[in-house]
């Protein structure tokens, strides 16, 4: 089985003072652990590094070191894959994203687009609008 995590659950790992902050870091340190396969995509990735480092968004946020390091301890482990877009991704996106191609929802259809072309079926989120692509099984980790 593989799976990949949304830029929220990485966030709130690495955010102490959100109230979600143990069981995202639980969550992450058991995917850490292995053995299942799993898929770190970039724009999740760069969605961590965007938000864990913005002082309008986090109370205490990370340094740009700091952030980089917890992304190359996570990417350094051997169970752990960071594609990026493959060939005909274009098509691969557009019909994930169906009507879905537009304004905030784009990033979401991104990310669904590149786990269908990785086969990768589970999104451990709290964004809801990931149910709205087919194949895709977002899991809420603290519901």
């Given at each position: 089985?593989?799976?990949?995590?949304?830029?929220?659950?990485?966030?709130?790992?690495?955010?102490?003072?959100?109230?979600?902050?143990?069981?995202?870091?639980?969550?992450?340190?058991?995917?850490?652990?292995?053995?299942?396969l799993?898929?770190?995509?970039?724009?999740?990735?760069?969605?961590?590094?965007?938000?864990?480092?913005?002082?309008?968004?986090?109370?205490?946020?990370?340094?740009?070191?700091?952030?980089?390091?917890?992304?190359d301890?996570?990417?350094?482990?051997g169970?752990?894959?960071?594609?990026?877009?493959?060939?005909?991704?274009?098509?691969?996106?557009?019909?994930?994203?169906?009507?879905?191609?537009?304004?905030?929802?784009?990033?979401?259809?991104?990310?669904?687009a590149?786990?269908?072309?990785?086969?990768?079926t589970?999104i451990?989120?709290?964004?809801?609008?990931?149910?709205?692509?087919?194949g895709?099984?977002?899991?809420?980790p603290?519901?």
């Amino acid at each position: 089985m593989s799976a990949t995590v949304d830029a929220n659950l990485l966030v709130y790992a690495s955010n102490e003072a959100d109230p979600a902050h143990a069981p995202a870091r639980a969550l992450i340190e058991r995917l850490a652990a292995g053995p299942d396969l799993v898929y770190l995509f970039w724009p999740a990735l760069m969605g961590y590094l965007r938000i864990v480092t913005h002082p309008a968004i986090l109370p205490r946020p990370l340094s740009p070191e700091q952030a980089i390091v917890n992304v190359d301890a996570l990417l350094s482990l051997g169970h752990v894959r960071a594609p990026g877009e493959g060939d005909a991704f274009w098509d691969v996106f557009r019909v994930t994203a169906g009507d879905h191609a537009g304004g905030n929802l784009v990033p979401d259809a991104h990310l669904a687009a590149l786990m269908r072309q990785y086969g990768v079926t589970t999104i451990y989120t709290r964004d809801r609008d990931f149910r709205r692509f087919d194949g895709i099984q977002a899991q809420d980790p603290f519901a």
